[in-house]
């Protein structure tokens, strides 16, 4: 079965930049790596639900720069749906990414047209779809859940707000998140991404924790935290359990760091060659 996604957020450009430090005023600086490029939370999220073989749909505000459509294509061209993608006036959301040694980044975002997002834009898609995930967008955007579907939110730049009122399925978050929110979520789940130490799944009153995937050499962790989230609400809604989503996402995120950008996922027949060779493990207690 060839289940629907539906991932509620941006559409960004992102121009990546290999560069340890910014150069002083009046200075020069060379890189190898200068690229310019589609991304966004909720675009990464879907090209990994495409590269896993499900269907993925996109909402989003975009402007009507020529640079943004010309770069859509790349989305389309790895099946990403995007007939519910709305032009606007305005600037175009957009990211300067800074690749530092060892694949870790940092990120300069211009909000732009994705913040005229609203719930209304959006709400008559939710029941067509079997997976609804919000991705890096404000609390205020998440619908409450009313169904049987599978119902996800990653907060992202937005985990500060008051995420602990919002009633999903999984809440997806880093430890230092996990901190703040603790257990006073009403989510059923709650994902704990924790990088080089793997991640942990925490749901009624079990905590399953893995260990990362071991890989050579990291290259660039952008949008393997979407790469994650896209993987395990694959596996969940395909009827796994909590242990073997939670490996399956803990492997695609360790694939996706060993290659530059976000547009190349891994896909499923990747991921479950590299699942078959049992070098993540999940405990549960």
Do not use: W
């Amino acid at each position: 079965m060839r289940f629907l996604h539906l991932a509620v957020g941006r559409i960004n450009i992102d121009v990546t930049v290999r560069l340890d430090s910014l150069p002083a005023e009046g200075e020069n600086a060379n890189t190898d790596v200068f690229e310019i490029s589609i991304g966004g939370a909720a675009a990464n999220y879907s090209m990994a639900v495409a590269a896993l073989g499900h269907s993925a749909s996109l909402i989003a505000k975009v402007s009507k720069d020529e640079l943004i459509k010309v770069l859509m294509r790349a989305l389309a061209e790895k099946g990403v749906i995007l007939d519910h993608v709305i032009e606007v006036e305005g600037p175009q959301s957009s990211a300067l990414i800074l690749l530092r040694k060892g694949g870790k980044i940092s990120i300069v975002r211009r909000t732009g047209v994705s913040s005229l997002l609203s719930p209304s834009d959006y709400r008559y898609l939710v029941p067509l779809f079997d997976v609804v995930h919000y991705a890096s967008v404000p609390p205020q955007l998440v619908l409450p859940k009313d169904s049987q579907r599978l119902v996800t939110y990653d907060p992202g730049p937005y985990a500060s707000e008051a995420v602990v009122e919002t009633k999903v399925d999984v809440l997806f978050c880093n430890e230092i998140e996990f901190s703040k929110i603790g257990e006073r979520t009403e989510a059923r789940s709650i994902v704990v991404k924790m990088g080089e130490r793997g991640a942990k799944v925490v749901s009624g009153g079990i905590e399953c924790v893995a260990n990362s995937y071991p890989v050579e050499e990291v290259i660039d962790t952008t949008g393997a935290g979407d790469v994650f989230d896209a993987t395990f609400n694959s596996f969940l809604v395909s009827g796994a359990d909590i242990k073997e989503a939670l490996a399956a996402a803990v492997v695609a995120s360790g694939l996706k760091v060993t290659r530059l950008g976000t547009s190349n996922p891994p896909t499923y027949g990747e991921l479950m060659s590299a699942m078959a060779k049992g070098k993540v493990k999940v405990e549960c207690k």
